[in-house]
């Protein structure tokens, strides 16, 4: 029996639902593993992969889901209350991003260690990078008339995808980081796959908010 299209909707829904709520947990619960296995404290190098967790899987996660119809936490506040809330939690994303970065680079340096000569690495540099671009060029929201013959809709389109591409960069970022020595020796068989999907699981998520928001909509104006 085929399905009306008022039960496809209710479907979907309940499946957007579902794994926004899933993207929720997943972005608070890996860092909280990291955070176990990397012992922050007990070394200059534990800070490094607790601060890019928790800049790329949670804060930027959250950042992002605030906009969610279905599954934003702040869902019943205003527009202006959820864009200041995702200014603040992709600000602190940046600075744990940059603290991250600068803690490896100067525990390579004590270590006599070259840098940026792995993928993980020079992905991390990049995301780094781009997320403070894409903080700066959000700044252009605020004041929209610095860019002429440039409407508020298509500033918000064109920060709404090369958002996604940052952010998608962060978790490819933690995806190869899970491929490196010290995560491949602590983290073993299934556990290792498991941690592989968390990334995979919120950038799924977030493409499809994306796309829902700006992407099939533009495209159904046609």
Known sequence: MALTAETESRLYRSLRVAAGAAAHLVALGFPVAVAVLARPGSSLFSWHPLLMALAFSFLMTEALLIFSPETSLLRSFSRKVRVRAHWALQLLALLCALLGLGIITYNKHLNGKSHFVTWHGLTGLLAVLYAGGQC???????????????????????????????????????????????????????????????????????????????????????
Not at 178 to 190: D, H, K, P
Not at 194 to 219: D, E, F, G, H
């Open 136 to 222: 700066a060029g959000g700044a252009l929201l605020l004041y929209p008339k610095l860019v002429k013959n440039w409407t508020l809709a298509k500033l918000k389109l064109y920060h709404a995808t090369s958002g996604l591409v940052g952010y998608l960069l962060g978790c490819a970022s933690l995806m190869l980081g899970m491929c490196s020595l010290w995560f491949t020796t602590a983290v073993t068989g299934a556990s290792w796959y498991l941690a592989m999907l968390c990334p995979l699981l919120t950038s799924l998520v977030i493409m499809n908010q994306v796309s829902n928001a700006y992407l099939y909509r533009k495209r159904s104006q046609h």
